[in-house]
């Protein structure tokens, strides 16, 4: 049982550059996040994905898409990367509304130069 | 509005008690959590609380559930240095359907030995 895979696990991109990351689980959850990790800021929500088909906005969702390609992925696309980027990006999933603890992936390390 | 505090870092020595604080402001939160993310890893659920709770213990862990005050505590006795990491306490905001965790900044503990 994998839980929770990303990938990739580290990437550098130049300012402009696109690229998406992949998030993959296999728990049969219906809700996916995706989230960004910077240094005394917390885990801050860009989008999220209640279940297979929808997608809504997180607290920062300007610069990225997402696309909740089936129940078990979910993937988030920087169309134009930009220095503001660089950050550990989480994917995580549960069934929140039986009150089920989040799983998260392991993280990706992006670097925007 | 939703915002979930804690300080950003707890120093203890080997064998100490630390006390991770956080105060939180969505008093509709069923559950409060408490997650543990290691160095170069994702977080993991590492204990939580039933709202209409005041204590919870857990082997080393004690959780303390302040809803007046809207504070949660959580105390990790004989303190090892396998302990060093940062903890995010979070709540659960929303309504069924759009249910999102809301996150702390995290607390990184550094345990001395």
């Known amino acids: 049982n994998a839980g929770v895979t990303q990938t990739p696990k580290f990437q550098v991109l130049k300012t402009g550059q696109s690229m998406t990351l992949q998030c993959a689980q296999d728990?049969?959850?219906?809700?996916m996040y995706w989230y960004r990790q910077d240094p005394g800021m917390g885990l801050r929500l860009i989008y999220y994905s209640a279940s297979e088909g929808t997608t809504d906005k997180g607290e920062v969702p300007n610069g990225y898409n997402v696309s909740r390609l089936n129940k078990r992925e979910f993937s988030l696309r920087l169309e134009s990367a930009a220095p503001s980027q660089t950050s550990v990006y989480f994917c995580?999933?549960?069934?929140?509304?039986?009150?089920?603890?989040?799983?998260f992936g392991s993280g990706t390390q992006l670097s925007v130069l | 509005g939703e915002d979930v505090e804690q300080s950003l870092f707890l120093s203890v020595r080997e064998g100490d008690s630390s006390v991770i604080n956080c105060t939180y402001t969505?008093?509709?939160?069923?559950?409060l959590y408490w997650y543990k993310q290691e160095p170069g890893a994702g977080l993991q659920l590492l204990t939580y609380?039933?709202?209409?709770?005041d204590m919870k213990q857990d082997q080393r862990l004690t959780v303390l559930l302040n809803k007046k005050d809207k504070h949660l505590s959580l105390r990790i006795a004989d303190t090892q240095t396998g302990d060093s990491a940062i903890y995010f306490c979070a709540e659960i905001g929303g309504t069924s359907g759009t249910y999102k965790y809301i996150f702390g900044t995290g607390t990184r503990l550094k345990v001395l030995a």
């Open positions: 969505d008093s509709s939160s069923t559950y």
């Open positions: 995580a999933s549960s069934d929140l509304d039986l009150n089920e603890k989040l799983f």
């Open positions: 728990m049969n959850h219906n809700s």
């Open positions: 609380i039933f709202s209409n709770m």
